[in-house]
C-alpha cells in the first residue's frame, strides 16, 4: 500500500500473496492436481499451462474461494488461510475473470465496470483509463451481452482490473483475442504486476507466455505439476509432458510438431 | 458518468401519472362524485388495487433476479396455487376466505424455503434448482385446488373462480398491502447496489464481496411475503408481476434502485386503471380484474416487443 515502503521490504521476509499447501483437487474422480505445494509473491506473473481436462480453471476456481467439490489442501491469501478471509476484504484480495461470462441482464458496459468496483487506491486504475488501456473505449455504451467473444473478454478482463485486488486470477484471458488484440492484452498484463499487485492466468501459447509471464505452472494432468520461471518450464521436455507432442523453438517462437 | 435528470424525470412523470389515476379510479363510477361513497367504497378498493398492483411488480423484480430468469413472475414459486388451496379449504369449512389464503401461501412459501436450503446455502448459482422447485410445489397446490373445486357446493363455485383468477370486489380497507409494498420498495431501495451485483451472477457478486447467501434469502422471503399479502387480499391476479419490471428493463433502466420506485409506481397505476375499466365498462356488472388487465396489457406489450426488435 505505501509506496516508500515496498521498495525496502527484503525479499525472504515478504509474506506472499498467495500460498497453497497440499491443494489438491479431483474431477469424475480422477486425481488432476496432487499436493500442490506453490508460492506467488507480489510483482509476478504466472501463466497456469496444462492440455485441456487438466484442470487450470479449477485451480482457479479453488485460488479464489469459489467451491470446488472433493478439494484437499489449504489455500492463504496474504499469509492468512483463505476461509477466514470476510467476505468483503476477501474481494480486495483477490479478483477472479471467470472463462465465461453470465450475462443474464442487459447491462451495459460502463456500468458493468462501475459495479465490479471494490477498492479505489491511489493507484487504481480508472474506467475511462482500462477501458482505453484494452480497446474498448468504443464499447462503453453498448451491452455486454451484446459483444462479440473477444470484445466480452476484454471487457471481463477490465472489470476484474477494476475490482483493484492485490492479485488476479484470470482464466483465459486471451482465447478469444485476434493476434493484434492478444499481443495488446499481453502488453497491458506485463505492466499490470507492479507493486504489490500479481496475477496468475491460465493460457495456451508458449511464445505468448515467454513474452508475457514470469514464472509458469505447467499441470501435467496426472496430479504431477512443476512451478518455476518461465525459462525453466518453457522447454522441450516439460512442453511435451505437458501437452503430449514435440516442441522445437526458433528464436523464442515455440512450434509444436 | 449519465446525468441521472431522465431517471428522476421519468420517476416524477409515472408519480403524476399514478396520482392521476387514482383520482380518476376514485371519481368514477356509478353514484358519481358521492364524498361519503368514495371514502366508504372506492377508496378502500383502490388503495387495495394500488397495493396490489405495486407488491405484484416488485415481487417479479425481486424474483427475476433471484432466479436469474427476465421471465420469472410472482406465480412461479407456487404461492398463489398454496393460496387457492388454502382459500378453498376457507370455503368448504365456511371459515373467511382470506385467512385461508394467507395461511395457505405461508404454507407454501414456508415449503419453498425448507426445500430451498441446500440451493441456497450454495455458493454457486443454483437458480434453475430453485425454480424447478418453485415449479413442482405449484403444480402438487394446483392439482389439489383443482380437486377442490370439484368438491365447491354449486352457489359458491363462481365466487370460487372469480377468486382464483383475482378479484378486488371484496377486498378490505386494510393499508397492509400499501405499507408491505413502500417497506419492500425500500428494502430493494438500500440494497440497490447489491441486487445489481447479483445480476452479474451468484459467483461473480460473492467475489466482490457481497453476502450472496443472505442476499438471496432475503430476496425470497420479501418476495414470498409480498405475493402472500396480495394473494391474501384478493386472489390470483396475473401479468402485473410478470410485466412491470420486464418493460421497465426493455425501456432501457438498468438500475435496481431505479427500477423498485419505477415497478412500485407503475405497478399500482396498472393495476388501479384495470380495476377501473373492470368496474365501469359494463356497469353495474364487474369483469375479473386479472382478465381486463391481460387482455388491454399484453396485446400493447406485444406492439411494443414487435416495435423494438425491428
Known amino acids: 500500500m505505501n509506496p516508500a515502503a515496498q521498495g525496502f521490504a527484503p525479499a525472504a521476509s515478504r509474506v506472499p500473496l498467495l500460498q497453497t499447501q497440499g491443494l489438491t483437487l479431483k474431477a469424475a474422480g480422477r486425481v488432476l492436481v496432487d499436493a500442490l505445494d506453490w508460492r506467488v509473491h507480489a510483482g509476478e506473473r504466472w501463466c497456469v499451462i496444462g492440455r485441456n481436462g487438466a484442470g487450470k480453471s479449477l485451480v482457479l476456481r479453488a485460488l479464489a474461494g469459489l467451491g470446488v467439490p472433493g478439494r484437499a489442501g489449504e489455500v492463504l491469501w496474504q499469509g492468512r488461510p483463505q476461509q477466514d478471509w470476510p467476505v468483503v476484504a476477501a474481494a480486495a484480495t483477490r479478483a477472479l475473470m471467470p472463462q465465461q461470462a453470465q450475462d443474464r441482464f442487459a447491462l451495459t458496459v460502463e456500468r458493468t465496470l462501475a459495479l465490479s468496483q471494490v477498492v479505489v487506491s491511489s493507484d487504481s486504475r480508472t474506467a475511462g483509463e482500462l477501458m482505453s488501456a484494452l480497446d474498448i473505449a468504443t464499447l462503453s455504451a453498448r451491452r455486454a451481452d451484446q459483444l462479440s467473444g473477444g470484445e466480452r473478454q476484454r471487457v471481463a478482463l477490465a472489470q476484474c482490473a477494476m475490482q483493484g485486488a492485490a492479485l488476479m486470477l484470470l482464466d483465459e484471458p486471451v482465447s478469444f483475442q485476434d493476434p493484434a488484440h492478444q499481443q495488446l492484452v499481453g502488453r497491458w498484463l506485463a505492466e499490470a504486476a507492479t507493486g504489490e499487485r500479481a496475477w496468475i492466468a491460465s493460457a495456451h501459447d508458449p511464445s505468448w507466455i515467454g513474452r508475457v509471464a514470469t514464472h509458469v505452472l505447467a499441470l501435467f494432468g496426472d496430479g504431477c505439476w512443476q512451478a518455476g520461471p518461465v525459462d525453466d518450464i518453457l522447454s522441450e521436455d516439460v512442453l511435451e509432458r505437458t501437452y503430449g507432442c514435440a516442441w522445437r523453438s526458433v528464436e523464442d517462437v515455440w512450434i509444436p510438431a | ?310
Request: glycine share 10%.
Open chain 2, 1 to 310: 458518468m449519465r446525468p441521472r435528470d431522465p431517471a428522476i424525470l421519468r420517476i416524477a412523470l409515472l408519480a403524476l401519472a399514478t396520482a392521476l389515476v387514482a383520482a380518476l379510479a376514485l371519481g368514477l363510477g356509478s353514484g358519481g362524485w358521492d364524498w361519503a361513497l368514495i371514502v366508504s367504497l372506492r377508496a378502500p378498493r383502490v388503495a387495495a388495487a394500488a397495493g396490489v398492483g405495486s407488491l405484484l411488480a416488485l415481487a417479479g423484480l425481486a424474483l427475476q433476479v433471484l432466479l436469474r430468469n427476465p421471465l420469472a413472475d410472482p406465480y412461479v414459486l407456487g404461492h398463489s396455487s398454496g393460496a387457492s388451496v388454502g382459500a378453498l379449504t376457507a370455503l368448504l369449512l365456511g371459515a373467511q376466505l382470506w385467512i385461508g389464503a394467507a395461511a395457505g401461501a405461508l404454507v407454501a412459501g414456508l415449503a419453498l424455503l425448507w426445500l430451498a436450503r441446500p440451493a441456497l446455502a450454495a455458493a454457486d448459482d443454483a437458480s434453475p434448482r430453485l425454480i424447478l422447485l418453485g415449479a413442482m410445489l405449484a403444480a402438487v397446490f394446483g392439482a389439489i385446488a383443482t380437486l377442490m373445486l370439484a368438491l365447491v357446493p354449486d352457489q359458491r363455485l363462481r365466487g370460487a373462480i372469480f377468486w382464483m383468477v383475482g378479484d378486488l370486489s371484496g377486498a378490505d380497507a386494510s393499508l397492509w398491502n400499501l405499507a408491505g409494498a413502500g417497506l419492500f420498495a425500500a428494502w430493494l431501495w438500500s440494497r440497490g447496489r447489491s441486487v445489481d451485483r447479483l445480476m452479474l451472477g451468484a459467483d461473480a457478486a460473492w467475489l466482490l464481496g457481497e453476502p450472496v447467501r443472505r442476499l438471496r434469502l432475503e430476496l425470497l422471503v420479501f418476495a414470498s411475503l409480498a405475493v402472500g399479502l396480495a394473494v391474501a387480499t384478493c386472489g390470483s391476479i396475473g401479468f402485473v408481476g410478470l410485466v412491470v419490471a420486464q418493460g421497465w428493463r426493455l425501456a432501457g433502466v438498468l438500475r435496481t434502485r431505479e427500477l423498485a420506485l419505477l415497478s412500485l409506481l407503475s405497478g399500482a397505476s396498472l393495476l388501479m386503471a384495470a380495476d377501473l375499466l373492470a368496474r365501469i365498462v359494463v356497469a353495474p356488472l364487474e369483469l375479473p380484474v386479472g382478465a381486463v388487465m391481460a387482455l388491454i396489457g399484453a396485446p400493447c406489450f406485444i406492439w411494443f416487443l414487435a416495435r423494438g426488435v425491428k
